[in-house]
């Protein structure tokens, strides 16, 4: 009996020293809250968000308060009390809060301010008030967008054309000029001003919009509608008719090249290259384009082409390709086709650096070139390629010869110009006059 007094004596002392064990370790434990905030910009704008994330892994969280503070001014974003159980404390071990605050609607101003977050547990340190962990996280509220001032009275643009527009940011700040969706790249030039050359793509028939933007550090955005006038321009719509001769002579470089275009017959490679890889290749172009321009802009005069050669197809023609009679694929021509005598040397349009010197599928062997401002060349269907990527070149420098690798079906140079991605018409870059008024003599007045 007294045995069995002895254990049970020793069971409950354990299990009291259990209690109290689990009592100090977890019901007493000493951590406080974790707190952590992500994506509080150092400088706010009028609109930003933030994520406060809270974690206990103890007892776990019992109370939170987040308050934002500008001088007197204190405004509670979020207080939460959690449930506790006595034993266990709280179940909300992690947590967070995703705000977006306006500070205009909230009635602060410019100027410093601090977010703060205050957390307990559900510890019983503390007379049972818990542990509790504060943060103060300062930054400051910039609430002014920049200013900006379109320099360009009025903008001459035309279908499948290239345009400048000018234009001064009163400070600092993210800019460019949006048409019709796209963007288009702003290059400093002096004192707080821009220019930025522009396309309407040849597929498109209005305009939408047309406007200047710039953001600040703070996000703070302004945009402002450029004055500009559509110029009329149509383009031609061509038949091309496609000869068994002519799948024959070509489609087999396309079969060499690409496992996909593997067709069942050569009509249907030959759909699968002029419009699949017609997509991919001029993606690709989009893509080299479109990256920022790395060397000046020192374009002296119009673009100089394929020197004593005939025009044999123009930019913006929309094809429709026949076969036997029946319609089967369509595509926009984006550039000059010029003729000369086989194998001519093709000399460089302007000085520039080479991006793009390689394959390239419909276009054949094929060299692309920054003139800078995002202003680009391309010459397709060479029979060489005599420069390489990185390479700098003169306007005149041959680059290779022309020839018919690609879908060309003779002899000749495919001439391509881009702004920022965007095929454009050469003519206006082959035209002194154009390129004088339009581009260059503006450009002086602010270089």
């Known amino acids: 009996m007294k045995t069995f007094l002895k254990t049970l004596v020793l069971l409950f002392f354990l299990a009291l020293c259990g209690v109290a064990g689990y009592l100090f370790f977890i019901r007493m434990e000493g951590a406080a809250p974790q707190i952590s905030v992500e994506g509080l910009p150092r400088l706010a704008g009028r609109r930003f968000s933030f994520t406060v994330r809270l974690r206990d892994s103890g007892s776990g969280l019992h109370r939170v308060r987040v308050l934002l503070l500008q001088?007197?001014?204190?405004?509670?974003?979020?207080?939460?009390?959690?449930?506790?159980?006595?034993?266990?404390?709280?179940?909300?071990?992690?947590?967070?809060?995703?705000?977006?605050?306006?500070?205009?609607?909230?009635?602060?101003?410019?100027?410093?301010?601090r977010l703060v977050v205050e957390a307990w547990d559900a510890s019983w340190r503390n007379t049972l008030k818990g542990n509790q962990a504060r943060k103060v996280f300062p930054?400051?509220?910039?609430?002014?967008?920049?200013?900006?001032?379109?320099?360009?009275?009025t903008v001459y643009i035309a279908r499948g054309g290239s345009a400048l527009v000018l234009y001064r940011?009163?400070?600092?700040?993210?800019?460019?000029?949006?048409?019709?969706?796209?963007?288009?790249?702003?290059?400093?030039?002096?004192?707080?001003?821009?220019?930025?050359?522009?396309?309407?793509?040849?597929?498109?028939?209005?305009?939408?919009?047309?406007?200047?933007?710039?953001?600040?550090?703070?996000?703070?955005?302004?945009?402002?509608?450029?004055?500009?006038?559509?110029?009329?321009?149509?383009?031609?719509?061509?038949?091309?008719?496609?000869?068994?001769?002519?799948?024959?002579?070509k489609m087999p470089e396309f079969l060499s090249r690409y496992p996909e275009a593997q067709k069942e017959?050569?009509?249907?490679?030959f759909l699968w290259v002029n419009q699949t890889l017609r997509q991919r290749n001029n993606q690709k172009i989009a893509e080299i384009t479109s990256r920022p321009s790395e060397i000046s802009f020192t374009l002296q005069g119009p673009l100089k082409a394929l020197p004593h050669s005939a025009k044999r197809s123009d930019f913006g023609?929309?094809?429709?390709?026949?076969?036997?009679?029946?319609?089967?694929?369509?595509?926009?021509?984006?550039?000059?086709?010029?003729?000369?005598?086989?194998?001519?040397?093709?000399?460089?349009?302007?000085?520039?650096?080479?991006v793009f010197a390689d394959?390239?599928?419909i276009y054949g062997n094929t060299v692309?070139?920054?003139?800078?401002?995002?202003?680009?060349?391309?010459?397709?269907?060479?029979?060489?390629?005599?420069?390489?990527?990185?390479?700098?070149?003169?306007?005149?420098q041959i680059i290779g010869h022309t020839d018919t690798t690609g879908l060309a079906g003779g002899d000749h140079l495919h001439f391509s110009v881009l702004v920022q991605g965007v095929f454009v018409n050469p003519m206006e870059w082959l035209d002194p006059r154009w390129v004088a008024h339009r581009i260059l003599d503006p450009l002086s007045l602010y270089r």
């Open 71 to 113: 001088g007197r001014k204190h405004l509670l974003l979020r207080e939460e009390t959690y449930p506790l159980s006595f034993w266990r404390g709280s179940s909300i071990k992690n947590v967070s809060y995703r705000f977006t605050i306006s500070p205009l609607e909230k009635g602060l101003g410019e100027g410093p301010a």
């Open 169 to 249: 940011v009163g400070e600092k700040a993210r800019s460019g000029v949006r048409l019709n969706g796209r963007v288009f790249r702003g290059y400093p030039l002096k004192k707080g001003i821009y220019a930025a050359l522009v396309a309407l793509p040849v597929s498109d028939t209005t305009v939408r919009e047309f406007l200047v933007f710039a953001e600040d550090e703070a996000g703070n955005r302004l945009e402002i509608p450029v004055n500009y006038y559509v110029q009329r321009r149509r383009y031609p719509r061509v038949r091309m008719r496609i000869s068994d001769g002519f799948l024959q002579r």
């Open 139 to 153: 930054f400051a509220l910039d609430l002014t967008p920049p200013r900006i001032t379109v320099l360009s009275s």
């Open 359 to 361: 394959y390239l599928g």
């Open 368 to 396: 692309i070139l920054d003139h800078g401002l995002g202003l680009y060349t391309l010459y397709a269907h060479l029979a060489g390629i005599e420069v390489q990527p990185g390479q700098r070149v003169s306007a005149g």
């Open 265 to 269: 017959d050569l009509l249907k490679t």
């Open 317 to 354: 023609e929309h094809r429709f390709y026949y076969y036997r009679g029946r319609r089967v694929s369509q595509a926009w021509h984006l550039g000059l086709d010029l003729a000369s005598v086989a194998h001519s040397p093709v000399p460089a349009a302007a000085a520039g650096r080479v």
